[in-house]
């Protein structure tokens, strides 16, 4: 299992939120960068970022500290306000080697089959989900759409990655939500990330034996409840 170390970004800090809330909102950096170089430092392979401005606009605002951070050499995937098919060329040719869909993927479901078709496997789609149900427009708005329902509909139509989010445990260090990740590990041809509560190492070892394709960890990194070290050790099984 892959773990990708989380970075959020906000007017180009590192921050992050609590179950999506803006106003639940703490700031731990002014140098992403930095913190780029740290993960890479502890091991980490993999890179996931959120243009968090990007998400609640419809747009991406923080593209230039994102192709900063591609330098580092991380493989970096980003979501975050892609909602055309500009917008992931230019993240696909400044160095981000996978772009997550959010809002669009609901607002526009023929479009993500088309970019599917077109970039393969460099198209993933962010499942963000409250009590099951798949949100949108930066968590701020909540569908009547199943998120396992659509992460099948997702597969279907080419998606090979998707990147599913317990809004209800993000940010909240209390626990990655297993038995949902157990639900989705079942959905065949599909590579799920975690994402939301993954605080413990507990957490690594359930999500790591189910086989799950990824894994992002990020408050509990930065508050120190969690080792970078440790849990891509353990997300290898070099470790028990």
Not at 106 to 134: S, T
Request: charged share 25%; aromatic share 6%; with cysteine.
């Amino acid at each position: 299992m892959r773990i990708f170390p989380a970075i959020d970004l906000r007017g180009g800090r590192v921050v992050r939120l609590t179950k999506g809330d803006y106003d639940q909102m703490k700031v731990y950096s002014s140098d992403p960068a930095e913190i780029a170089l740290s993960f890479q430092n502890d091991g980490a392979e993999c890179l996931h970022i959120v243009d968090l401005d990007g998400a609640r606009e419809g747009k991406p605002q923080n593209a230039e500290v994102i192709r900063n951070l591609t330098k580092v050499g991380l493989f970096t995937q980003v979501g975050g306000g892609i909602r055309d098919e500009a917008r992931i060329v230019s993240y696909l040719e400044n160095g981000v080697r996978r772009v997550i869909l959010g809002t669009i993927a609901v607002r526009d479901f023929a479009f993500v089959e088309r970019m599917a078709a077109k970039y393969g496997e460099a198209v993933a789609v962010g499942v963000d989900a409250k009590n099951g149900l798949v949100a949108v427009s930066g968590w701020e708005e909540t569908t009547s759409i199943s998120g396992l329902d659509f992460c099948a509909k997702l597969r279907d139509a080419g998606i090979s990655t998707v990147i599913y989010t317990d809004i209800g445990r993000d940010g909240c260090l209390s626990g990655a939500n297993i038995d949902l990740y157990r639900a989705l590990a079942k959905v065949d041809g599909l590579q799920v990330i975690a994402s939301g509560g993954v605080s413990f190492e507990s957490d690594i070892r359930a999500l790591a034996q189910m086989n799950l394709y990824g894994a992002i960890i990020g408050k509990a990194l930065y508050e120190g409840k969690l080792s970078l070290i440790r849990a891509i050790a353990l997300a290898k099984g070099e470790e028990t």
